[in-house]
């Protein structure tokens, strides 16, 4: 096999202990070439639907055991921005290079933003015990967060996480009395968690006073919170727990107004969530199953005029999550495992979409058709064979604002690591 000859920048990533295998390769059996950006101790790429770049798009922010780094996008070397162990690295501005984070100690959590350029710290405010400050909104003015009257764990007596998956282990038994799968037992310990109607709060702090404002105060298990990327008012939010049992899609102006529901379920057992927005803050893009684990689409909602796109997907294409590049002209999706929603055979892959719409044939249209359903389907590429990975840890793959890579977090060569595989087959 002929050797990938990369570029030098490519070639400096030294590898962990417990990472095992080259930093760069090409992956035999898509022909993409992937890069290792990290497996630092505690590297943490951030969540799918957070911003984790700078304005600008030639950098982009992650935690490690030690605090928050930074990558050059251009250069791919990374370096430390702040030396601060045990804080959680929350999002980066979208109007400034600012990496916003949380520090818990005791009872108080206190959010903080740190400039990227020199590492320098600046207090915002304290928020109620038990808060997460889910996000920013477009011009930095709001953070949004939610919070429980009380804390319940998803898992009673579990202590600490699987160190290559992040996650708690989960158990519960079936109606026949026998174990759940991990997938199934989570399901039941989300259902447990919605029955118990905890109170819950939705609200803001201005990231200039520190000033808390309440947006929604709710018995439902309230999650997910994204502000618009270009509306600084208006905040999408879920219902969580079970998704054939929710109306999970929701968005709500930060005055508490135009409370809308984005997805209504037409059949028993439609699943709709792991919602996100498009860049340019005019559709939101979902996971919908007609139902749950049969037929399997990624839909869109247009906010402006409440219009619907669908793109189909065969089985092995579901995706835990999705995500689109900044000129949303393309999808991603980072594959499952057998026991996960879509049951698929051969799910676990790194992918890359093409939309592409159905249109009328022959160019005849019926009278409602600007009313209905947009369809189409979305054309795959394989990207990077996931078949080593532990599914309990989310790739949560998301484009660099130039288009050109995707980044993801895999244990595909032993403990976590932070990846990109370039988004054009190589040469």
Not at 266 to 291: C, K
Request: neutral net charge; aromatic residues 10%; charged residues 25%.
């Amino acid at each position: 096999m002929r050797r990938l000859l990369l570029p030098l920048f490519l070639l400096a990533a030294p590898a962990g202990a417990a990472v095992t295998g080259p930093a760069d390769w090409t992956d035999a059996k898509t022909g993409h070439r992937i890069h290792r950006i990290s497996d630092a101790p505690g590297n943490y790429a951030l969540y799918f639907n957070y911003n984790a770049y700078t304005p600008q798009g030639d950098l982009m922010i992650f935690q490690t055991a030690d605090g928050i780094s930074v990558l050059d996008l251009k250069s791919w070397q990374t370096r430390s921005i702040l030396k601060r162990p045990g804080i959680r690295l929350l999002f980066a501005g979208h109007k400034t290079r600012t990496a916003y984070f949380a520090e818990t100690k005791g009872d108080v959590t206190t959010i903080y933003a740190a400039a990227i350029p020199t590492g320098a710290v600046r207090r915002i405010g304290e928020v109620p015990k038990g808060s997460q400050i889910d996000t920013i909104n477009a011009n930095e003015t709001l953070l949004a967060g939610q919070v429980a009257e009380r804390a319940m764990e998803l898992q009673p007596g579990t202590r600490g996480r699987d160190a290559k998956t992040d996650q708690a282990a989960y158990a519960a038994l079936g109606p026949d009395g026998r174990p759940l799968p991990y997938a199934e037992a989570k399901e039941v310990r989300l259902n447990d968690r919605l029955e118990a109607r905890i109170p819950m709060e939705i609200f803001t702090i201005d990231t200039r006073t520190g000033a808390r404002r309440s947006v929604i105060r709710s018995t439902d298990w309230l999650n997910h919170l994204q502000f618009s990327p270009t509306d600084s008012g208006l905040l999408m939010y879920c219902h969580e727990g079970p998704w054939h049992k929710v109306d999970r899609i929701w968005t709500v102006r930060t005055d508490g107004t135009q409370n809308t529901k984005i997805h209504a379920r037409t059949m028993n057992m439609e699943i709709a969530g792991h919602e996100f927005w498009s860049p340019d803050g005019r559709t939101i893009w979902y996971d919908l199953q007609t139902p749950r684990g049969e037929d399997f689409w990624l839909a869109g909602y247009t906010v402006a005029d409440g219009k619907r796109r669908w793109y189909h997907l065969d089985r092995n294409q579901w995706s835990v999550h999705y995500n689109v590049s900044q000129d949303g002209r393309l999808f991603s999706g980072d594959g499952g495992d057998s026991e996960m929603v879509a049951h698929a055979p051969d799910g676990k892959w790194l992918y890359l979409f093409r939309p592409r719409a159905i249109p009328d044939v022959a160019g005849i249209h019926a009278t409602d058709a600007a009313s209905l359903i947009q369809p189409g389907v979305l054309e795959a590429e394989k990207l990077v064979d996931m078949g080593r990975q532990d599914y309990r840890l989310e790739p949560n793959a998301r484009f660099t604002p130039d288009g050109k890579w995707l980044i993801f977090r895999a244990n595909i060569q032993g403990d976590p690591a932070i990846y990109a595989v370039e988004v054009t087959r190589a040469s």
